[in-house]
């Protein structure tokens, strides 16, 4: 008996499309299956999900501020030597507000972050007013894991090309698989875009 030819066509539907297997893109998707456990989530990368978007450049370090640290001082040296004054300054303060809370939350997915004996972030302080944390450079394999273990369907090798609009407003996208060339349909109530790997 002959094979029968795949469908040309792969179509899923979720409540939420992320776009975007790298660090953003998965903790986009493990935070809302943390916050709403029945709601379904689609990740999808044009490569192998937990093996791109982590920079290297980083040397296995996090910034961040901790009680100690002088927000202030990270934001003004922000503004003035590194965004040139182009920052949303609202969204660089709200960052380096949860900084901390956020390392942390990476230890309770599972990624390998320094502490202290007493379950505080072991930091580094720097001379500019903030403190850096070690955190282990394969980050990436962890963060997959946890997100398989939420339930996200993971859909790697698949290309978005194009966002779905329907009334001015976002309802999915195409693309198609790196492998086969299969078009891909992703239908979905709510789309993030977490893609460019750093």
Not at 45 to 71: C, H, R, S, Y
Not at 165 to 183: E, H, I, Q, Y
Not at 188 to 198: S, V
């Given at each position: 008996m002959?094979?029968?030819?795949?469908?040309?066509?792969?179509?899923?539907?979720?409540?939420?499309?992320?776009?975007?297997?790298?660090?953003?893109?998965?903790?986009?998707?493990?935070?809302?299956?943390?916050?709403?456990?029945?709601?379904?989530?689609?990740?999808?990368?044009?490569?192998?999900?937990?093996?791109?978007?982590?920079?290297?450049?980083?040397?296995?370090?996090?910034?961040?501020?901790?009680?100690?640290?002088?927000?202030?001082?990270?934001?003004?040296?922000?503004?003035?030597?590194?965004?040139i004054?182009?920052?949303?300054?609202?969204?660089?303060?709200?960052?380096?507000?949860?900084?901390?809370?956020?390392?942390?939350?990476?230890?309770?997915?599972?990624?390998?972050?320094?502490?202290?004996?007493?379950?505080?972030?072991?930091?580094?302080?720097l001379?500019?007013?903030?403190?850096?944390?070690?955190?282990?450079?394969?980050?990436?394999?962890?963060?997959?894991?946890?997100?398989a273990?939420?339930?996200?369907?993971?859909?790697?090798?698949?290309?978005?090309?194009?966002?779905?609009?329907?009334?001015?407003?976002?309802?999915?996208?195409?693309?198609?698989?790196?492998?086969?060339?299969?078009?891909?349909?992703?239908n979905?109530?709510?789309?993030?875009?977490?893609?460019?790997?750093?």
């Open positions: 002959a094979e029968t030819a795949k469908d040309p066509v792969t179509s899923l539907n979720a409540d939420v499309l992320v776009i975007g297997g790298g660090f953003g893109g998965l903790a986009a998707a493990i935070r809302i299956k943390e916050l709403s456990p029945d709601a379904s989530v689609l990740l999808v990368d044009k490569q192998t999900i937990g093996w791109g978007g982590k920079a290297n450049k980083g040397a296995g370090v996090l910034w961040v501020l901790t009680p100690e640290d002088d927000l202030e001082a990270f934001v003004d040296y922000h503004v003035k030597n590194i965004g004054y182009l920052n949303d300054q609202d969204l660089l303060y709200a960052m380096a507000q949860q900084s901390y809370g956020a390392a942390m939350k990476l230890a309770d997915w599972g990624v390998k972050v320094l502490k202290t004996s007493s379950g505080e972030l072991d930091v580094s302080r001379p500019l007013g903030w403190s850096l944390a070690a955190v282990d450079l394969d980050m990436m394999q962890p963060l997959r894991a946890k997100a273990k939420l339930g996200v369907k993971l859909v790697d090798k698949t290309h978005v090309t194009e966002l779905l609009k329907r009334d001015g407003r976002v309802t999915g996208a195409v693309g198609f698989n790196l492998l086969d060339g299969r078009l891909a349909v992703f979905a109530k709510a789309t993030i875009l977490a893609n460019g790997d750093c």
